[in-house]
């Protein structure tokens, strides 16, 4: 490996819905846009990992450009960093098949996103995809290389699966990994549903109310913010064992303002949770609404989009083919030509 390269660091997100949620940017894709100063970074539409739950294909394609769209609005600058699509890179899923030749069948089972979402579905309605999920993710990470990666909470243990992986191929076969390490921010880790504070903001959520898509009209997601579930009491202070709901409003205001939680208490000091709401509601209006006007410009004009993930994935295409022939290579794959 190189010393004197940037840090290296790589993410993606699923285009399942048409909208990020707010958990999205907070957790994930706003760090993303502050790494590809610092890193040399790498950041992917998971559409592959998308069709481990059935999709419709016109939707799917809709979708995944305007997830694309998304990240270039949320400030991802193609000419900084490198955005793909991971279904252009087939390097990654003939990674993921040695990755699940060296996984354990227990080690993969232990996955709590997996147990989780079978469970719900039961399994003749989970596919064996959504099982080795995991193990795409793996090979996503390890085939860049990279030192870190900026996700939320709920994707710590796929990281540490992707350490341990790592690690025993480099130990079984000569080193051909780095080692990566998540890249989680403690405040953002996992922003919570706003109408149930004890669980994290999802597409999945129970119901539309505690989710804030950031595609939605500004007013509707202003509206969700002044009926977000609050707790008993009336004081403005950030504690996450008795003020759960005020806590995960404050972290909201304190990210999208650059403001920090302490100030933000001096400031709401003697005012009702009704004066916190009504502020935020107007934040998160005033920041979707752009953000919503710059995915639109950047879905008017699909041609550029589809042109600007082309250039992308030839660049990931150069890095992960180097990978994938290394890691062929230690395995004792014969190479296909001299
Ligand atoms: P996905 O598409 O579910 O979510 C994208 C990112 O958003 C974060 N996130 C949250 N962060 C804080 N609070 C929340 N409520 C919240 N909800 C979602 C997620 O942690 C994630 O960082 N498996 C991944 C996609 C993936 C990937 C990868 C990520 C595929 N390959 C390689 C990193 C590296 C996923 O489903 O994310």
């Given at each position: 490996m190189v010393n004197d390269r940037r840090p290296?660091?790589?993410?993606?997100?699923?285009?399942?819905?048409?909208?990020?949620h707010l958990g999205n940017y907070l957790g994930a894709v706003r760090q993303w846009s502050a790494m590809q100063e610092t890193h040399d970074a790498f950041y992917m539409v998971v559409d592959l990992h998308a069709i481990t739950i059935q999709q419709e294909p016109e939707q799917l394609r809709a979708n995944t450009r305007q997830a694309a769209a998304q990240l270039l609005a949320a400030g991802l600058d193609p000419e900084r960093c490198t955005i793909f699509l991971q279904s252009h890179v087939p390097e990654h899923t003939q990674l993921s098949w040695i990755m699940e030749c060296i996984a354990g069948f227990g080690e993969a089972s232990r996955m709590t996103q997996f147990k989780d979402k079978s469970a719900k579905q039961g399994s003749d309605r989970t596919s064996v995809g959504l099982f080795t999920y995991p193990l795409l993710m793996v090979s996503d990470i390890l085939i860049y290389q990279a030192d870190q990666v900026p996700v939320g909470e709920d994707q710590r243990q796929h990281i540490e699966l992707t350490r341990n992986l790592a690690e025993r191929f480099n130990s079984r076969y000569g080193k051909a990994f780095t080692v990566p390490e998540p890249y989680i921010l403690k405040e953002t880790a996992k922003i919570y549903d706003l109408q149930d504070p004890s669980v994290k903001m999802s597409k999945s959520a129970s119901t539309p109310k505690g989710i804030i898509n950031l595609l939605d009209e500004p007013k509707v997601s202003a509206k969700k913010i002044k009926s977000a579930v609050t707790d008993t009491g009336s004081e403005?202070?950030?504690d996450e064992q008795e003020k759960p709901g005020i806590s995960n409003l404050l972290t909201i205001y304190s990210t999208?303002?650059?403001?920090?939680?302490?100030?933000?208490?001096?400031?709401?000091?003697?005012?009702?949770?009704?004066?916190?709401k009504t502020d935020l509601s107007e934040i998160v209006a005033d920041?979707?609404?752009?953000?919503?006007?710059?995915?639109?410009?950047y879905l008017d004009d699909p041609e550029t989009l589809d042109s600007l993930l082309a250039k992308g994935a030839e660049k990931a295409r150069s890095v992960a083919a180097e990978t994938l022939a290394q890691a062929y290579d230690k395995v004792g794959f014969l190479p296909a030509k001299h």
């Open positions: 290296r660091v790589l993410s993606g997100i699923q285009p399942t819905s048409g909208s990020f403005i202070r950030f999208l303002t650059d403001t920090s939680i302490a100030e933000l208490e001096t400031r709401y000091e003697g005012k009702g949770y009704g004066a916190l920041w979707a609404g752009p953000f919503r006007e710059r995915t639109q410009e």
